[in-house]
């Protein structure tokens, strides 16, 4: 952009769901991180993270306590805006609370006159329409609103919020850059890895366990088959806990990646044939490696991120049915090759507007300085 030294240093604040060792948050705090040193290197982010020291050791970043009220105030008042994203912040399937504590972050910044911008959220589902009016009211004073998908622009919508205003791209993850193709290796074979192995990524959803039993069975017929099993946790140690309940549940030996960080994670997945994923990241950290991915829907956010690679989820946590799973995965083997050329076809045109947040961000600036 050549901004050639000229503009001021902005210190703007990164509020999320930071700092819980949830391996898609964490891919998206570096991708918007990463986009923002390229797009406006004179933006000097400040995260909101439940562990600020960690966060700030893992990014080379300043971050503060997101439940520590005086440090937000003050880190507040001294910044020159709020980035409001990535992920899915405004919902309230996780509980009440959420919405209130991010709407509560975005209205603080306006209180104080600092210029706000909603970065690639996917938005809802909010059950509670109460909440409508707050979200309108802090959205609508939004420098810059952007959705990961269509679906959220349209609950937007709903809750009369202008589609104008509105500029739906992709998850910023799409964009992120693994480690080496040689740190890799020495990793897979520490963890004795086989070359191209097939990747299982499976969370606990509400007190149903019958859709895991079915993934333990089709990952049998895997290992029979000859495939490499190896089980990916998203975020720890929950992840970790129903991984080891699909093993389990298991006959054959298959076994759990260890615990890495977002960039050596996209490596490690971006060696593998097949990604057959719950955990909404394991799937796009997929796509953005080039490796065709299967998805089980607990929630709208993986049907809707699926609609954007025109396909469909093979079953949710309430109907996967283990003949439909083991024949798409069949499917999906057998044209494999097909089926990276597709993916890695659609890349391109999402990687591009992956980028778009951090330019308009950017942008405003400039103009603004």
């Known amino acids: ?14 509020s999320g769901y930071y700092g819980f060792d949830n391996a898609g948050d964490e891919a998206v705090l570096q991708s918007i991180i990463e986009a923002l040193k390229k797009e406006a290197p004179f933006i000097k982010p400040v995260v909101l993270s439940a562990n600020p020291e960690k966060t700030a050791k893992l990014y080379k970043v300043e971050a503060v306590h997101r439940f520590r009220l005086i440090d937000i105030w003050k880190s507040m ?28 972050i975005i209205q603080l910044a306006q209180l104080l006159g600092k210029p706000t911008f909603i970065y690639a959220q ?18 609508n004073k939004a420098k810059y609103i ?18 104008d205003k509105i500029d739906v791209v992709v998850d910023p993850v799409l ?7 040689q740190k890799v290796q020495k990793i897979l074979q520490k963890e004795k890895i086989a070359a191209s192995p097939v990747l299982i990524s499976v969370r606990f959803w509400k007190n149903n366990t019958k859709y895991l039993d079915i993934i333990a069975q089709v ?13 990916v946790p998203m975020h720890e140690p929950v992840d970790r806990e129903a991984s080891q309940y699909v093993l389990s549940k298991m006959a ?13 994670l996209m490596g490690i997945i971006g ?31 993986i049907d809707q991120f699926l609609a954007q690679l025109n396909q469909t989820p093979v079953g949710t946590t309430d109907d996967l049915d283990f003949k439909t799973l083991l024949d798409q995965v069949k499917y999906v083997l057998a044209h494999i090759e097909d089926n990276r050329q597709e993916v890695e076809k659609r890349l391109p045109a999402l990687k591009e507007l992956a980028w778009r947040p951090a330019k308009m961000i950017a942008q405003f600036y400039t103009k603004n300085n």
């Open 1 to 14: 952009m050549g901004f050639g030294g000229k503009l001021v240093v902005k210190r703007v604040l990164i």
């Open 77 to 104: 008042r001294q910044a020159d805006g709020l980035i409001s994203g990535g992920g899915s912040l405004l919902q309230d399937a996780t509980g009440k609370l959420t919405i209130p504590y991010y709407m509560g």
């Open 122 to 139: 996917g938005i809802g589902p909010v059950h509670r329409k109460g909440f409508y009016p707050v979200i309108r009211s802090g959205f």
């Open 146 to 163: 952007s959705t990961r998908d269509r679906e959220s622009a349209k609950l937007l919508q709903e809750m009369k919020i202008s589609a």
């Open 175 to 181: 964009n992120l850059s693994p480690i080496t193709k």
């Open 219 to 231: 990952a049998d017929e895997l290992v029979k088959a000859g495939e490499q099993v190896v089980f």
């Open 252 to 264: 054959q030996e298959a076994q759990i990646l260890n615990e890495y960080d977002v960039r050596t």
């Open 271 to 301: 060696e593998s044939k097949l990604m057959i994923g719950m955990r909404l990241h394991a799937l796009i950290i997929a796509t953005a490696m080039g490796i065709p991915s299967i998805g089980i829907s607990y929630d709208p956010k």
